[in-house]
């Protein structure tokens, strides 16, 4: 009974409403394609964000380190007071503590500061590293006529008459992996290592410890 009902209720409505989907339908081809190419494209954007997902869990990369293995305060002396002249030898450690990522440097400087000013600084030849791999680099540093506050140019003469100078070497380094033979991930590196250094004329490396900074 209901459903005869229903019926004889919507008949004299379907004439009606069979007008209404007419006016629109030029533009039905165009909104379909647009929301199939809107689906498609987020399809893409989704599965892309799984694979760099699933890719970066199984390869779990890891910054490259650096650390100071040795330290060697060659010379140096204060001119006037407070313009500094310093020949340091620094022996970087760079190391790729990665078990499944290459790591290929593509530019190396190493910065060094004392008191908050910076003293010298050297650029390191590019290289590539496997993974796992350590390299050692000597990198010879001068610091010519550089202008020290007279607060700082008293703490550099007192250490090096006694227990030494702290330092501060600051490491930059642009990187590139590749993961999975696709994913290329690229980013600059900046590591922070607080030094202590005795005094010349063969000021060794007393102390060393680095930290990240991105
Ligand atoms: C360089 O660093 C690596 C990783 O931390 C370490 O295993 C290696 O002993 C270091 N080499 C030197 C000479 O300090």
Redesign the pocket.
């Known amino acids: 009974m209901e459903a005869g009902a229903h019926a004889d209720h919507l008949a004299p409505r379907k004439p009606m409403l069979r007008f209404q989907p007419m006016a629109p339908r030029p533009t039905h081809p165009t909104a379909w394609l647009l929301a199939a190419c809107c689906a498609v494209l987020w399809v893409a954007i989704i599965l892309g964000g799984i694979a760099i997902l699933v890719v970066y869990l199984a390869f779990r990369p890891r910054y490259p380190?650096l650390?100071i293995?040795?330290v060697t305060l060659n010379g140096a002396y204060l001119d006037a007071g407070t313009l500094l002249n310093a020949d340091i030898t620094i022996?970087a450690?760079f190391?790729n503590?990665n078990e499944k990522v290459d790591v290929s440097y593509s530019y190396m400087q190493l910065d060094l500061y004392f008191h908050g000013a910076m003293i010298a600084t050297q650029a390191v030849e590019p290289f590539d590293e496997q993974r796992g791999q350590?390299v050692?680099r000597s990198v010879h540093m001068m610091s010519s006529q550089v202008p020290l506050t007279p607060a700082a140019a008293k703490a550099w003469s007192d250490g090096t008459m006694g227990q030494g100078v702290a330092m501060e070497v600051v490491g930059s380094f642009r990187t590139k992996s590749v993961l999975a033979g696709w994913m290329h991930y690229t980013y600059w590196l900046h590591r922070h290592c607080k030094i202590a250094v005795g005094a010349p004329p063969n000021g060794a490396l007393l102390s060393s410890s680095c930290a990240a900074k991105r």
């Open positions: 380190r650390e293995a040795g022996l450690n190391s503590p350590a050692l």
